[in-house]
């Protein structure tokens, strides 16, 4: 049957009100900020039906749909991961994309388990400020905190400053529902971290939808510390800084926030807002790599912790920066509501975002800098945005985010674009890591996946055809 020969079933399952052809919302702060660099704007114009279910049964029934028809499903939460990894576009001619939003509701707040859950369209800021009504919190913030969903954060296994103690969403969540490929819907985990079969509730983190349809999430939680502190710590030394990072985890020091951005990421992201109260000259001269460090707990720990870690960069030649350059740089991360700063969008009119993504060792990372940094064209076509490294300890792996500005008008500009992501991600793999950390799988690196897989790539192919023998579930996806 073709696509249009479903919408009565689907009308029949979901309301005439709640099927459509226009394509999900996508915050319009992404499309100002964000560089289209896999054509995913022509992606709008494929046919589909979007159809926005009310519960975990209706989406059961959208899938059984699909699959006796042979019709691609495209689950989509948020649409933040729109342009940064391709993961809701949908690739086949015909498509339903199933907008998760209507499912909003946050279903149990267990204090005992320690746990909260949640329906897959329910947005990180919407549990964030629940949570805190209840001296609890969720330790993900990304910066796209406002549009993005908490499944949709399990989807695209994503990061935030607050991985370096609490890892990424896959370690926090304890349980999901979900809706397999075939309709039929299944809870796997429970309301502890331990599961020791297969590990099914892992399978599932960061595949975009591509093994089944996440309805409903449970994550750990946890009670809000009574003290925050942090601060930034300037080096004139990559190794040095490195060095510094290293010496707080051996110490035995706790940080929940450890980052670790170029002297370009400082400048964009924390002194654009506040050029007129700081003297620029001595956050930036001399320095070539930054780390941020912060601490929660009791008044005490967090104040003993900063003390000894300002013992430690100094003795690696750390120079703690402007309290204020701090304050600015951390209302940034996680007041704006978007990975690239509306201040640094405002200066680079003509040119839209855009990243590598993929992860090594620390180790790895003064090399990785230099050799990053000689890629960046010379001739302006591509705008060195920065690099920011987002720490994971105590195993000292870092998620280096490479940002560049480009005109995503301008072909030529898009296909250096795509020949420096190609060029950083194979760096990441040289160097023993991943080309992509995190935003799970997507559109942007499907033509690498080979090289990120190797020899194990029949046995993902062997799990998807095992789940989805009918290949309908967000095809076309690394």
Not at 272 to 296: M, T, W
Not at 347 to 369: D, E, N
Not at 377 to 392: I, N, R, W
């Amino acid at each position: 049957m073709a696509l249009e020969d479903v919408r009565s079933s689907l009308t029949q399952i979901v309301g005439e009100e709640s099927v459509t052809d226009d394509f999900v919302e996508i915050p319009s702060i992404h499309l100002q900020t964000y560089a289209d660099v896999t054509s995913n704007r022509k992606a709008m114009s494929k046919r589909k039906i979007v159809v926005r279910p009310a519960d975990a049964e209706q989406v059961s029934e959208i899938v059984k749909e699909a699959k006796s028809n042979k019709i691609a499903v495209i689950p989509v939460g948020g649409s933040t991961t729109f342009f940064v990894s391709g993961g809701p576009v949908p690739v086949a001619d015909e498509s339903i994309v199933i907008d998760l939003r209507r499912l909003d509701k946050i279903l149990e707040f267990d204090e005992i388990s320690g746990t909260v859950t949640v329906q897959a369209g329910v947005t990180v800021q919407k549990l964030k400020s629940y949570l805190e009504s209840r001296k609890c919190w969720l330790p993900h913030h990304p910066e796209s905190y406002v549009s993005a969903t908490v499944v949709g954060a399990i989807c695209n296994d994503g990061i935030s400053p607050y991985s370096t103690k609490y890892g990424r969403p896959s370690e926090q969540v304890a349980s999901i529902k979900i809706v397999l490929p075939d309709g039929q819907i299944c809870t796997v985990g429970n309301k502890t971290l331990f599961d020791n079969s297969f590990k099914l509730t892992k399978l599932f983190m960061g595949t975009n939808g591509s093994l089944g349809v996440i309805v409903e999430a449970t994550f750990k939680i946890y009670p809000l510390p009574d003290s925050r502190g942090r601060a930034i710590y300037g080096f004139g030394s990559l190794a040095d800084a490195c060095d510094a990072v290293k010496e707080i985890n051996r110490a035995g020091l706790s940080p929940e926030v450890v980052m670790m951005p170029t002297k370009e990421r400082i400048y964009n992201e924390a002194l654009l807002p506040i050029l007129s109260a700081v003297d620029v000259s001595r956050v930036l001269e001399g320095k070539e790599l930054y780390v941020l460090v912060g601490y929660a707990g009791n008044k005490e720990t967090v104040e003993f912790s900063l003390a000894q870690t300002g013992m430690i960069t100094r003795s690696k030649r750390g120079e703690e920066i402007d309290p204020r350059v701090t304050n600015s740089y951390w209302a940034n991360l996680t007041e704006v509501g978007a990975v690239v700063s509306l201040q640094m969008a405002n200066v680079y009119k003509s040119k839209k975002y855009q990243s590598s993504r993929g992860g090594v060792s620390i180790s790895h990372l003064p090399k990785f800098l230099e050799e990053e940094r000689e890629m960046v064209p010379k001739d302006g076509k591509l705008v060195d945005a920065g690099v920011t490294s987002y720490v994971f300890l105590p195993q000292l792996d870092i998620d280096p985010i490479c940002g560049v500005l480009l005109d995503d008008s301008d072909q030529e500009s898009v296909n250096q674009f795509n020949l420096w992501l190609n060029g950083v991600s194979m760096l990441n793999k040289r160097m023993g890591g991943t080309l992509a950390a995190v935003t799970g799988t997507g559109t942007m690196l499907r033509h690498l996946v080979g090289t990120e897989m190797g020899d194990s790539r029949p046995l993902a192919q062997a799990i998807k055809q095992a789940i989805d023998p009918d290949g309908i579930m967000n095809p076309g996806k690394m």
